[in-house]
């Protein structure tokens, strides 16, 4: 089960490294990882999204965080009402069904062109994960040039 967890954290050196230290010492992998500083400059927030069956050792995952100095809080939205997305910069080809592929996204989903080249099309996607699967699915077709994403940001409703 995958397991979105938010750690506000004071927005100083080591900290990512001591979290993620926590994770990898349990074994699990994290699947994404955004960080960035609030409102606050003096705080960060980071989302961590890990795929985890053990509901006890993710438990302890969470308490252990909570331990850490740096950390203010921790929230597992996993049986929470939030809303989350994912950004995804995309450089298509122009080349056969590329137009016609582009065209079908920025209609449906939430995207845009961002920049339009002589061999390819810039497209800026902010969606969610299941969203994100029918993009590149149709996106492959026309044939993607380079792809990058970043990592899945969450807040509570």
Known sequence: ???????????????????????????????????????????SCMTIVVDASDERVLDQIKKQLNK???????????????????????????????KKSVDKIVKKFPARIAEEKKTYYLLEICAQRHQEDEILKELKKAGIKELVRTGRIAIAK
């Not at 490294?17 to 409102?39: C, D, K, P």
Request: net charge positive; hydrophobic share 45%.
């Open 1 to 43: 089960m995958k397991h979105t967890i938010q750690a506000l954290v004071e927005n100083k050196f080591g900290v990512l490294a001591r979290i993620a230290s926590l994770f990898s010492a349990r074994g699990y992998n994290i699947e994404s990882l955004a960080v960035g500083q609030t409102h606050d400059e003096l705080v």
């Open 68 to 98: 850490l100095i740096d950390v203010i809080t921790v929230t597992d939205f996993t049986r929470r009402e939030y809303i989350d997305r994912d950004l995804m910069l995309i450089k298509v080809f122009k080349r056969g069904n590329g």
